[in-house]
Every structure is written in C-alpha cells, then in structure tokens.
C-alpha cells in the first residue's frame, strides 16, 4: 500500500460509526470533488475551526480548459495535473482522502466512501458541498463511448452557440480555412469502429471524438434533489439542496439560475461557487446566517481555434484573431495551478510555435495485433 493511501486510511478511521460529540468535538465539512468548485470551496474554510475532509477518486486536480491540449498531445498530462494533496499542503485543518463516493445517506448524514483495495468507509458530515462535475452523455447510445471518447461541451445548432453569432460564424470561417469540414444540425445515428454515421451519411474515420453533450455525475442521484434536464441539481438561492439543510452543490453539478438565464457551466462559475459555499459555512459555524445569494460575476468568455486565433466576448465587448490568441495563452497560463505546471506549459508552447513539433507524442500501450 502506498503512502498515499495509508494516510487518509488512518485518519479517517476516527470517522466510522455515526458522529456524536464524544468522538468529534469540531465540526466536519466534507466535500466531494477536488475540481475546480471543490478546490474553492476548501481553500475558502482555509481559518474555519473545523476539518474539512476533500475527498476525490483521483489523486490529482486536471486544469479542464487545456484537455484537449493532452489529448491532442501538445502537452502532457502531468502538465496541466496537479496533486490535490499538494493544492492543499499548506491547510492545517485540511484532509485529502483518495476515494470513491459510493453513497450518500442524508439520514445518517454519512457518505461512503471506497479506498482502493481497502474496503468502504461512512464518513460522517456536518456539512456536506457535492462539487462532482459532469459526465459525457452519449444521449441514451453509451455503446458510442467505446469508439469516441468524450471531451465534455456544451451542444446545440452551431459551433460555440454559446457566444454571439458573430463571433460563432467568424470560428466556423476559421475552421473552413484550416481544411475542417464544419456540419450542423446533423443527427449523428452511429458511432463504430469505422466511424460515424450521421444525417445518414457514413463518414469514414479511425479517430472519433465525442464532444456533444453532458450529464451530472451518478452522486447526484443519491441526494434525491429536483434536477434539470441535464440531471443537475436544481439548488436554491444560497447553492444549497432546497429542505436538506447543510448540504450544498457546487459547480457543473448545480444547476443555478440567474435573471432568468443559466449560470454556465465553466471553471469561473464553479470556482465562485465554491468559494462562496465555503465562505457561507465559515459563517454559520461562527453561529451567523447572512442569507445573501450567490451572484455570478461574469468575466466574459473566450475560446481558441488552433495557433494564432481566439475569440473572446465580455458583455457587448467582442474580440478575435491573433491579439485574442495572445490574450488566451496568458490567462491560461496565469490561471495554471502550480508554478511548475506555469513554466512547463509556457516553454512547451514556445518550443511547438517555432518548431511545429507537439512535445507528448507517446503512444503508452502496443497497439493491438492479431498475434496478441
Ligand atoms: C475538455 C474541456 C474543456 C473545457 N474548457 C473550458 C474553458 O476553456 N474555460 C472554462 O471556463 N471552462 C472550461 N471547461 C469547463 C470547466 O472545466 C468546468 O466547468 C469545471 O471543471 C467545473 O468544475 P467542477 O469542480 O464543478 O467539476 P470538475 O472540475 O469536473 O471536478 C469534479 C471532481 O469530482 C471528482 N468526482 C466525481 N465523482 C466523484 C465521486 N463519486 N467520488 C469522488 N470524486 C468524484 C472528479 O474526479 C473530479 O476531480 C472545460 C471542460 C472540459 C471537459
């Protein structure tokens, strides 16, 4: 058994069993999800008298918005990776355990939480925050996971709908001039070895990526809240699951509105809203109930398409082309967790502008062959 493991293990054996005063006099936060949301939510109870307990099934928090740099092996993934357990060294009050949520029972108030290779444990909570993020949805056709793994977005009748429509026709023109083939408002029936079949069409490819789509991870389900069409939790005013008190959900998973429209779901939104439900237990455990809302603050949003263009939309502010792509690269790189992860991608990305060549193209497993 590693190190790693042994730790929170062992630590958290004073948890099992139900909670009463006599076995845990400080009050226990425990957060599920070390993303983004859950990460905020943590570093905001940094001076809470109280544990906080993260718990994630992967030892390390991934920077979403650079995945599709992994995946198309510009960088490596130990680049935009980071070790929660390193996020949150210097947190006295903070514990990071390795683990699945299996369950959650809000009569007990325990989650049940699975150690790789060593059994479930009930984890009792005072205070619970679900920040579990989102699932690719294959819409009913899970079979098409097999052949087009997922990179999670938003869907719907042109590309980045999301963003004006001006700014949306200027990236589908972008991506006509770099050979791409731009098609929507097609129906895609089938995904398979050969590739996609779609509009009724076979399109021949060895390469299929799934992008269309997403769905609340299955610790959803478990809290019995309303959800919305996407199976994220419809929560209240104050990010909380409405007649549960003290359980919150934060980020992706939740599903916020605000004057009328969606709160999206992107690292600001969650990172807000993690912090914010931090900040709100810190006051309650300090006996005070300020009751004031969660607000989005929304910064504007960008996106980028191959080397040399982005486009970014603040308000009514609009931006595109090469001094965007300039833009992007900084924030990115800024918003990177670690100092080591900042230099990395920064001299990765130097190094592929003036060379052409992708700095992690490696192929781990052999591929298949009909001997083996
Ligand atoms: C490919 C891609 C590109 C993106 N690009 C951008 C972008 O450019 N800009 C932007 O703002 N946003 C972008 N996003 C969206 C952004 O990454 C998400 O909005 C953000 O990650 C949401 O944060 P979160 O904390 O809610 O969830 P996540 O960051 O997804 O974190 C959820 C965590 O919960 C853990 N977890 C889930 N279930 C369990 C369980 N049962 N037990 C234990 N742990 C569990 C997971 O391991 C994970 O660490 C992108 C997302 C993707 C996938």
């Given at each position: 058994m590693?190190?790693?493991?042994?730790?929170p293990?062992?630590?958290?054996?004073?948890?099992?069993?139900?909670?009463?005063?006599?076995?845990r006099?400080q009050?226990?936060?425990?957060?599920?999800?070390?993303?983004?949301?859950?990460?905020?939510?943590?570093?905001?109870?940094?001076?809470?008298?109280a544990?906080?307990?993260?718990?994630?099934?992967?030892?390390?928090?991934?920077?979403?918005?650079?995945?599709?740099?992994?995946?198309t092996a510009?960088?490596?993934?130990?680049?935009?990776?980071?070790?929660i357990?390193?996020?949150?060294v210097?947190?006295?009050?903070?514990?990071?355990?390795?683990?699945?949520?299996?369950?959650?029972?809000?009569?007990?108030?325990?989650v049940?939480?699975?150690?790789?290779?060593?059994?479930?444990?009930?984890?009792?909570f005072?205070?619970?925050?679900?920040?579990t993020?989102?699932?690719?949805?294959?819409?009913?056709?899970?079979?098409f996971?097999?052949?087009?793994?997922?990179?999670?977005?938003?869907?719907?009748?042109?590309?980045?709908?999301?963003f004006?429509?001006?700014?949306?026709?200027?990236?589908?023109?972008r991506?006509?001039?770099?050979?791409?083939?731009?098609?929507?408002?097609?129906?895609?029936?089938?995904?398979?070895?050969?590739?996609?079949i779609?509009?009724?069409?076979?399109?021949?490819?060895?390469?299929?990526?799934?992008?269309?789509g997403?769905?609340?991870?299955?610790?959803?389900?478990?809290?019995?809240?309303?959800t919305?069409?996407?199976?994220?939790?419809?929560?209240?005013?104050?990010?909380?699951?409405?007649?549960?008190?003290?359980?919150?959900?934060?980020?992706?998973?939740?599903?916020?509105?605000q004057?009328g429209?969606p709160?999206?779901?992107?690292a600001?939104?969650?990172?807000?809203?993690?912090?914010y439900?931090?900040?709100?237990?810190?006051e309650?455990?300090?006996?005070?109930?300020p009751?004031?809302?969660?607000?989005y603050?929304?910064?504007?949003?960008m996106?980028?398409?191959?080397?040399?263009?982005?486009?970014?939309?603040?308000g009514?502010?609009?931006?595109?082309?090469?001094?965007?792509?300039?833009i992007w690269?900084?924030?990115?790189v800024a918003?990177?967790?670690?100092l080591?992860?900042?230099?990395?991608?920064?001299?990765?990305?130097?190094?592929?502008?003036?060379?052409?060549?992708?700095g992690?193209?490696?192929?781990?497993?052999?591929?298949?062959?009909?001997?083996?």
């Open positions: 590693s190190a790693m493991l042994a730790e293990a062992e630590k958290l054996a004073v948890a099992d069993g139900p909670h009463t005063e006599q076995t006099a009050k226990r936060i425990v957060i599920i999800g070390g993303g983004f949301a859950g990460i905020a939510a943590a570093r905001a109870l940094k001076r809470a008298d544990e906080v307990v993260l718990i994630d099934r992967r030892n390390h928090h991934i920077f979403q918005p650079l995945l599709y740099q992994a995946a510009v960088l490596a993934p130990s680049e935009i990776a980071a070790p357990r390193q996020l949150a210097k947190q006295r009050n903070l514990t990071v355990v390795l683990a699945e949520v299996t369950g959650v029972d809000l009569n007990s108030r325990t049940d939480a699975s150690y790789p290779g060593l059994g479930t444990r009930k984890i009792p005072d205070f619970l925050v679900v920040a993020g989102m699932l690719p949805s294959y819409f009913g056709h899970d079979e996971a097999r052949h087009a793994p997922g990179l999670k977005s938003l869907n719907g009748n042109r590309v980045l709908p999301s004006a429509e001006t700014l949306s026709k200027k990236v589908t023109q991506l006509e001039k770099l050979g791409i083939k731009v098609m929507t408002g097609v129906k895609v029936e089938k995904v398979d070895e050969q590739g996609v779609a509009g009724g069409k076979r399109i021949p490819s060895a390469t299929v990526l799934w992008t269309a997403v769905a609340a991870s299955a610790i959803v389900k478990m809290l019995g809240a309303k919305d069409r996407a199976g994220r939790v419809t929560v209240g005013p104050c990010l909380d699951v409405p007649d549960v008190p003290g359980v919150f959900v934060v980020g992706d998973t939740a599903s916020v509105m004057d429209r709160v999206p779901g992107v600001q939104a969650a990172i807000q809203q993690g912090r439900v931090g900040r709100l237990i810190c309650r455990l300090k006996g005070r109930d009751r004031r809302p969660f607000r603050f929304d910064k504007g949003n996106a980028v398409v191959g080397k040399n263009f982005a486009i970014l939309e603040a009514r502010f609009h931006m595109s082309g090469f001094l965007t792509w300039l690269a900084f924030i990115h918003s990177l967790p670690q080591q992860n900042r230099l990395q991608v920064e001299t990765q990305w130097l190094w592929s502008y003036f060379t052409g060549q992708r992690s193209r490696l192929i781990s497993e052999a591929p298949r062959t009909a001997a083996n």
